[in-house]
């Protein structure tokens, strides 16, 4: 009972800090996916512009 009890805070400090790390890297992932995504439309966009074809 114990080492329950004196393992309780140092549980909640641990989840705490795996809700923020995951919170900060699925932000940091968003924020590059959001970017490789920009990159590739403008790409994509100037690539269809200077083809012959147009599609």
Do not use: D, E
């Not at 940091?28 to 147009?54: D, R």
């Amino acid at each position: 009972m114990r080492q329950g009890s004196s393992l309780y805070p140092v549980s909640i400090s641990n989840k705490f800090s795996a809700i923020t790390y995951i919170f900060l890297t699925s932000f940091c992932n968003s924020v590059y996916f959001l970017l490789w995504l920009a990159l590739c439309l403008t790409n994509w966009i100037s690539f269809c512009m200077s083809s012959p074809f147009n599609l």
